[in-house]
């Protein structure tokens, strides 16, 4: 097929780099019509392990496609996952404290600068999910306050600087100072974390140069991206800041990758992503870290937020749900939920009828605070007898705390740690859930991530107050942010994101009280601001009577908030994105959620990843796809490194 006809089911670029297929002309219709009809016969009998967006976007697109027996299974007792967004306090209400995703690109063409600037590089690029979502359910944002792209205090070296002098006499040490990011969007103004910005940014500026010239193009880009695999696949992030500039890395010396670990360069230390695979880093170049969205939620031009008027929530045992507020990320997965289309009633609505009809098995249903316990393949499988006697009943047998039914598809988006502790595999042979698929999820890492937060009284960055809005340290706190609902003519006193942490540098505070957690982390910074002769304290402008604490680790169904992967890892990689097309049919199962991606930690592939199951769970049960889609003429492979692409049932009997 001819490169032009491909060209309206292809993404632009800065885009994913391993598939590129266009959901959002998939999705998008003014008739909002669904993406596909479910077969006319028989309603295949579909499960949904985890109601994150991943799962809920799934049930969604496959409920709107006529597909009416769904069950979600929801381990927590909320819906979302790992969106997740708590009001803060009166008198702001609508800010929120994002204890998960914060920040989301919207993945704006290289070509479409102008547009973009005018829409504050919000919703409108017409080219990711996370912009199809949020413009039909009318979710809006604002820019996200990275480090350096607002005043920004960088403290390091007890404030001595990057590359602090020795003094044999400690009376000659220059006071502690709080550097300022000088020119925002730009270098920080300093000379030796200008020379670190530089080599960033040079070699950004290069790679994505390379990239862009050959994105969209499928054979030339399936090389090129292979050859970027095979150079890059076996180093940890660690190995490429240190290798020279000459062999593809960003030449920097010892020093200098500890000033950038800790520090970054508008996004933060990146010190707990050192070890695991550059190509995690890499591929965030393709616009996942590019003009980062705070997501408002539904609110008005006027600041006014959505409400909920019906009745007090409940899934389908009767256990209570909290009422929508439609604010913060979060937001998301409630539409998803919530919101009914022109043609469709939504999932809570199909759940409530389902409730009245209680006689039918056949229905959408949501079962919350029921995690499932064991998936078990009722077919000869492993030399064992088949465990159905009616060949055309449903194959996999689902077992929760509550329910046990046996499905035709089940749509996992639970995280691989959380199933191989909680959700054992039974009875699943190696030709339907090989062993590359088993090891990659044996093998994946799940980063830790906490987050401390207060409410603010006061946008002190909007007071003349010298505190910056965001301080990077290299402390135990990490970073802090000053976040506010806001407009020009309107805004909402915001909240204090005091400390932000990754990695080991989670891990350290895990153990910590949570409310004396937070009162170290804002004595701390009060500290810095006085160590460097800043007047004001940041604890003039909170409400500190009550800590916000998070802890992702501590979460028994989650067990981490974003999966990395270290180096050497490319073949196990591929073989979860590419388990729905080559095993699904036969295994029945389908993987879905930023977990099973290569750029975990993002909402965007969350959605790609649930969109994928549900065409899979489409092809696979007979039901006919819409909007002139021809799955075999316009859906892509996956670019793959060559070993990925060997027989991936090797591996150990």
Known sequence: MSESHLHKWRFKFPNA???????????????????????????????IVGAGVAGLTAARELFRSGYTD?????????????????????????????????????????????????????????????????????????????????KTGIYINRGRGPMPQVFPDVTQLPPPKLIDWVKLGGAPGEPTLDRIYNKWVNFKKAFLQECGAAYGRDAEWAVLWQKKIRQYGDLSFRDFVRR???????????DESRVFAVIGLGDAGWGAFYDISVLWVLRTLFGFSDKLQLIRGVVSADGIPSTWEDDTPSDSLGQHLDPPTFLGVQSLAECLFYRRDKREKSLYEAIKEAKRERAKQIGVHLYIDNPVRSLTFLEEACGLPPHRENPDSPPVRLVSDRITRDYDAVIITAPPWSLIVETPFE??????????????????????????????????WDRSSPIPQV????????????????????????VLLASYTWGDDATKLVSDDDQE????????????????????????????????VHHWLRSPW???????????????????????????AKSHLYLAGESYSVEGGWVEPALRSALDAAI???????????????????????????SALSDSRTGPA
């Open 558 to 584: 989650q067990r981490g908030c974003a999966r990395v992967y270290r180096a050497g890892n490319s073949a196990l990689d591929s073989a979860l994105l590419t388990y729905n097309r080559r095993y699904s």
């Open 616 to 642: 899979h769970v489409v092809r696979n049960t007979g039901g006919q796809f819409r909007k002139g889609f021809d799955y075999n003429q316009h859906y892509p492979e996956h670019v793959c490194s060559a």
């Open 70 to 150: 769904i069950d979600i299974y929801e381990a927590t007792k909320r819906i979302g996952g790992r969106t997740y967004s708590l009001p803060s306090a009166l008198p702001d209400g609508v800010t929120t404290y994002e204890l998960g995703a914060m920040r989301l690109p919207f993945f704006w063409p290289k070509d479409s600068e102008s547009t973009a600037e005018g829409c504050g590089y919000g919703p409108g690029s017409q080219n990711c999910v996370v912009d199809y979502y949020c413009t039909r359910f009318g979710i809006t944002t604002q820019m996200f306050p990275n480090p350096g792209e607002v």
């Open 517 to 548: 957690l937070g009162r170290r982390c804002l004595a701390h910074l009060d500290g810095i601001l006085e160590r460097c002769g800043i007047e004001d304290r940041l604890s003039n402008w909170v409400d500190d009577r009550k800590a916000i």
């Open 427 to 460: 009875n699943f042979s190696p030709d339907s859930l090989p062993w590359p698929v088993r090891e990659a999820m044996n093998s994946s890492h799940f980063m830790p991530s906490c987050k401390v937060f207060y409410p603010l009284k006061n946008r002190y």
């Open 17 to 47: 780099a391993d598939f590129n297929f266009n959901y959002w002309t998939l999705l998008n219709d003014d008739d909002q019509t669904p993406i596909a009809e479910a077969p006319p016969n028989k309603q295949p009998r579909i499960a």
């Open 244 to 254: 020279s500039v000459e062999s593809g890395g960003l030449g920097m010396n010892a």
């Open 471 to 494: 301080i990077i340290t290299d402390t135990f706190a990490q970073g802090a942010y000053g976040v506010a609902v806001a407009d020009k003519e309107w805004g909402y006193p915001g």
